[in-house]
């Protein structure tokens, strides 16, 4: 399974980002998929996830302004980032938790400037 991810950059707080994940080698449909960030000096955290019963789930710092999706024929899931805080700089990973493994993208860098 390999994920990769795209779609970081740098934008000014208050506006959007949307991040794209590829996934190869597996059915990722049945998987779990999430968006985790780690910031300099702090431990990787979720940002949100999105299960094989379409549920969701996202951090509390983020309800409301981000939101999970996936499009299963192109293998792809997204994050789309709106009203983008400072606080949201960091270095996103997309995952996916397939029969008990848990794989990682090699993450892509979001600045938010202030």
């Known amino acids: 399974v390999q994920l990769q991810a795209s779609g970081g950059g740098l934008v000014q707080a208050g506006g959007s980002l949307r991040l794209s994940c590829a996934a190869s080698?597996?059915?990722?449909?049945?998987?779990?998929m999430g968006w985790y960030r780690q910031a300099p000096g702090e431990q990787r955290e979720l940002v949100a996830r999105l299960f094989n019963t379409d549920s969701t789930n996202y951090a509390d710092s983020v309800k409301g302004r981000f939101a999970i999706s996936r499009d299963n024929a192109k293998k792809t899931i997204f994050l789309q980032m709106n009203s983008l805080k400072p606080d949201d700089t960091a270095v996103y990973y997309c995952?996916?938790?397939?029969?008990?493994?848990?794989?990682w993208g090699q993450g892509t860098l979001v600045t938010v400037s202030s």
């Open positions: 080698g597996s059915d990722f449909s049945i998987g779990i």
């Open positions: 995952s996916l938790r397939l029969r008990g493994a848990d794989y």
